[in-house]
């Protein structure tokens, strides 16, 4: 779909490490998102990015930074994980028609 | 801030039934509203998307989405259930010249055969 891509799809980390997951797109789509899933809570924003070198934090951003040097690669870095970090994360793209396309999530367990 | 409700939690239903699955958002302005659903172990997929225009909206697989802007409402529908059909149901909503998509917290959809 739409041509976006996760990286890794699971990792398992100790506490205290720095995590770095990957979203990448082929299509030249200017608004990135990254969410978190988690039971009970549905889908909630950390970061979003507008264009390369562009962007903002979402409700959930905190012990979370984001980075986009190219339009096609968005970067969701933990820099110290936590066990409340273990969720599964999805990167997402919005289309030309306002549609929002998902990657395939990336399940990250703390330990 | 915006946010959006989703008040059925957890639906059982047995084939062939019909289901509606609430939605409300508490934005006034205008907001462009979708519905999307997560199978067991995959990714968010598109079912349907209002922008504009006729507020009932018909998606994929038989769905269908009415626009109720005097309730705030965006409740899914569907006049008959499949087994294939048990999965997760978020409604999410972009405010209009925003870019951040709100989600409500989901509505597991089990039906039985």
């Known amino acids: 779909d739409a041509g976006i891509t996760q990286s890794p799809r699971h990792k398992v980390t100790e506490t205290g490490t720095p995590v770095t997951l990957r979203c990448h797109q082929t299509e030249n789509h200017r608004y990135m998102y990254w969410y978190r899933q988690d039971p009970g809570h549905g889908l909630r924003l950390i970061h979003y990015?507008?264009?390369?070198?562009?962007?903002d934090k979402g409700e959930v951003s905190d012990g979370y930074s984001v980075s986009r040097s190219k339009t096609e690669d968005f970067l969701l870095t933990l820099e110290s994980a936590t066990s409340s970090q273990t969720s599964v994360y999805f990167c997402?793209?919005?289309?030309?028609?306002?549609?929002?396309?998902f990657g395939s999530g990336t399940r990250l367990t703390v330990v | 801030a915006q946010s959006v409700s989703q008040h059925n939690h957890h639906v059982i239903l047995s084939e062939a039934a019909s289901l509606e699955l609430g939605c409300n958002y508490s934005?006034?302005?205008?907001?462009?509203l979708f519905w999307y659903v997560q199978y067991p172990g995959q990714h968010l997929q598109l079912l349907l998307k209002?922008?504009?225009?006729?507020?009932l909206v018909k998606g994929i697989k038989g769905f269908e989405a009415e626009f109720i802007k005097s309730k705030f409402s965006f409740n899914l529908r569907k006049p008959s259930v499949q087994w294939s059909d048990t999965a997760e149901y978020f409604c999410a909503v972009n405010e209009g010249g925003f870019q951040k998509l709100v989600f409500g917290t989901g509505t597991r959809l089990l039906v039985s055969p």
């Open positions: 934005y006034g302005g205008t907001v462009n």
């Open positions: 990015s507008y264009g390369v070198k562009d962007t």
């Open positions: 209002y922008f504009s225009g006729d507020p």
């Open positions: 997402a793209l919005r289309t030309e028609s306002y549609g929002y396309t």
